[in-house]
């Protein structure tokens, strides 16, 4: 060694250093648990958190890709299009202006194409790159609370991972430097090292030590810091005393300070991008040549410069700082020089055996800067400021508790009111906005006979399918309706954003289950709820075509018209009338609404004939047919009669001898088919006189069976009989 250890005082160890405990080995001394240690680590370098954060968690690689992506696609586009017309674009006013039109139509002919390229791109650009931001968040820009609980559920997640990052090579780290090439010291390296890192210690005022490991490198001279171990390679044991002295006196000090905490923890938070990352420095590191350089900077050059231009130079400012203080502890050990030696004649002695430790590296501070540092501090006469003595509370701090009784009262009042808002948000969450709050709100609006409340509880699609909300909340007010009782929820079956609901209930005086498909809304209220709505609450009723004068629950009901009506219902029972006539009567109808059915049904409503509707009938056909027997024609029109000769008739007279029997169908509510069965047939009788074809005169008699069919109509209590084979 250049300087005798004597020439710096020894150091007394904290009081209370205890680095065995917390069940953490080879942990550095001064923290009172291993959880103070972590915390301390882990909430020390907040921007090159945040810088981790924003670059992984907000796809900042993917935005910068489709930043610039888009930008040179709408660049090429403005270079062609601006280079083709941009002077048509000129106001006629201002290109007729003297001297500035033509100086501004010469400019854009010439220049046209290169601003048009130039806009293209700024605004391919924003375009790509906002796209890429806000595309995750379409969905909540309209919920600010959901937009805000989508945010802090983010950060939860990326925090969990940088803890549970951390406790990973913290825990596991003497396995993983075992894989990754470290090993042991033999006893010829242990007579050599460990005394200079006992005497380092010592001096820094460290009662405990980190495990020591060796890497096998006979040429390269470096030294690596990790949370519970300090890895240096076979070439320092070729350097002098007091450099491998100052080295290991750096080392104690990132050891001491946790250093390598800080870095697993921002390494975690942005472990999607470390990985990525990785690839490129592997390569580059494994096949080292420009053409594979060029390669890897084509292939991965989004994640290159996110790393490189934002993460890193947001936790650079936190690693200069651990190394110019982890320097002060060359100095507080006393070796000054062997550090000053180590800085003069090496670019680096800390190299990264990862692509992450390789960028975090270059982002040390310049050698001269350090060197300039450290003889200020070693040297106060050298001109500048005159810093601060170097002593050990100055470099590593006070031991700090887990928290003081004030923190941890605000971190209960913390705790305990999110507790109880959550608990609160749970509550309203269970009572109101569940798949079963839906049914129930549904069948309960029914059972209040509240129309407006059960369509608010379907879907809007539902909803639409109801044409007149009037005449259905007339329905289910009047008293033919009968809503289902004693409902009961007795599943819930949710896949995602969609669910079932098995309901139980009596309607019509039976019992009777049925399945209610329901969808989570995609808007929330008040930003934080999504509620539930009916997807299958209407029941489709087909109307009969042609039909006027129909009820149900005696609304009135649109005459329908040749292709019929379709009514859409809410569940329960409902009593269908229909108008009679002076030929047939419609019986009431009751129909069944069944929830979640959407077949549909078609109402019937058939009429039944009167029992004076055949004697009222016949006397109508009678009526008609004493008509047809006043006349006195051979071929009375709309008649069943007619009288045939060879001659010419002179005069002629219809005598009814037996009326048919008529047979009546009803065919609709007023109207009926009639017809003579063959046994019925009347009797008329033709009597007169013709001339033959000779001119001669002479009477004749005629009796004929007649039979009788056409349709009769009621219009009120009047009955129309209209002879088949008539024209409209």
Not at 663 to 687: I, M, N
Not at 705 to 721: K, M, S, W, Y
Request: glycine residues 10%; negative net charge; contains cysteine.
């Amino acid at each position: 060694m250049s300087e005798s250890p004597a020439a710096a005082p020894a150091v007394e160890p904290p009081a209370d250093g205890n680095p065995a405990g917390g069940g953490i080995s080879n942990r550095p001394p001064g923290y009172p648990s291993a959880l103070v240690w972590l915390r301390a680590g882990i909430l020390r370098d907040w921007r090159g958190v945040l810088g981790a954060f924003v670059a992984t968690w907000f796809y900042l690689p993917l935005a910068l890709l489709a930043a610039v992506s888009s930008g040179l696609t709408l660049a090429a586009v403005g270079l062609f299009t601006g280079g083709l017309g941009a002077d048509d674009q000129l106001p006629a006013v201002v290109r007729d202006t003297p001297l500035v039109g033509s100086l501004l139509e010469a400019f854009l002919s010439r220049s046209g194409g290169v601003l048009g390229g130039f806009v293209g791109f700024a605004v391919g650009f924003l375009a790509g790159f906002l796209g890429v931001l806000l595309l995750p968040w379409r969905s909540t820009l309209d919920e600010p609370l959901a937009l805000l609980t989508g945010l802090l559920g983010m950060v939860v997640a990326a925090a969990l991972i940088g803890v549970l990052y951390t406790l990973y090579r913290v825990l596991l780290e003497p396995r993983l430097l075992v894989v990754s090439g470290a090993r042991e010291l033999s006893r010829r390296e242990e007579d050599r090292l460990r005394p200079l890192l006992a005497d380092c210690a010592r001096r820094l005022g460290l009662p405990s030590l980190p495990r020591l490991l060796m890497e096998d490198d006979p040429v390269l001279t470096n030294a690596r810091t990790y949370a519970r171990h300090i890895v240096v390679t076979t070439a320092v044991l070729t350097e002098p005393d007091e450099e491998i002295a100052a080295l290991l006196s750096h080392e104690l000090v990132h050891w001491r300070t946790g250093d390598e905490v800080t870095s697993a923890f921002v390494r975690g938070v942005a472990l999607p991008l470390t990985l990525v990352h990785a690839v490129p420095a592997w390569l580059t590191r494994t096949f080292p040549h420009p053409a594979t350089n060029f390669v890897v900077f084509l292939l991965f050059w989004p994640v290159l410069l996110t790393m490189r231009y934002v993460v890193l130079p947001l936790h650079a400012r936190d690693v200069r700082a651990a190394e110019y203080r982890a320097d002060l502890g060359a100095v507080l050990a006393g070796h000054v020089e062997g550090m000053r030696s180590v800085l003069e004649r090496r670019r680096s002695f800390e190299t990264g055996r990862s692509g992450w430790d390789e960028a975090v590296c270059a982002t040390h501070p310049p050698h001269e800067l350090r060197l300039d540092r450290l003889d200020r501090a070693s040297a106060p006469a050298v001109a500048g400021p005159v810093p601060a003595p170097v002593t050990a509370e100055a470099l590593f701090g006070r031991p700090g508790a887990i928290g003081t009784p004030r923190s941890w009262l605000v971190v209960g009042l913390v705790v305990l009111a999110l507790c109880v808002g959550a608990s609160g948000l749970g509550a309203v969450q269970w009572a109101f906005f569940r798949p079963q709050s839906a049914v129930e709100g549904f069948f309960s609006a029914l059972a209040d006979r509240d129309s407006d409340a059960a369509l608010d509880r379907l879907t809007p699609e539902a909803r639409a399918a109801v044409a007149n909300r009037e005449q259905l909340a007339a329905m289910l007010r009047a008293e033919g309706y009968q809503p289902p009782t004693d409902v009961d929820v007795t599943a819930i079956e949710r896949d995602g954003d969609e669910a079932t609901a098995t309901v139980s209930y009596r309607l019509g005086g039976a019992e009777q289950t049925a399945e209610l498909a329901l969808r989570r809304d995609d808007a929330a209220t008040a930003g934080l709820f999504h509620g539930w709505h009916v997807v299958e609450g209407l029941f489709p009723l087909d109307v009969p075509p042609g039909r006027a004068g129909l009820a149900l629950n005696g609304v009135a009901i649109p005459p329908t018209t040749e292709s019929g009506a379709r009514l859409a219902l809410l569940p329960g029972t409902y009593t269908a009338t229909g108008e009679g006539s002076a030929l047939g009567e419609v019986p009431p109808e009751t129909v069944q609404v069944a929830p979640g059915e959407s077949t549909g049904s078609t109402l019937g409503l058939a009429p039944v004939m009167k029992p004076t509707a055949g004697t009222a009938a016949e006397e109508r056909v009678r009526a008609h047919l004493d008509e047809c027997a006043k006349q006195t024609v051979a071929a009375p029109p709309g008649c069943p009669f007619r009288y045939y000769t060879g001659g010419t008739i002179q005069k002629i007279t219809w005598t009814i001898l037996e009326y048919p029997r008529v047979a009546v169908e009803l065919t609709g509510p007023a109207t009926a088919q009639v017809s003579t069965p063959y046994e019925s047939r009347g009797k008329v009788r033709a009597t007169g006189s013709s001339t033959s074809y000779f001119g001669s005169s002479a009477p004749f008699t005629d009796e004929q069976e007649i039979t009788v069919a056409g349709v009769i109509t009621a219009e009120g209590d009047t009955l129309t009989f209209r002879p088949a084979g008539l024209d409209d």
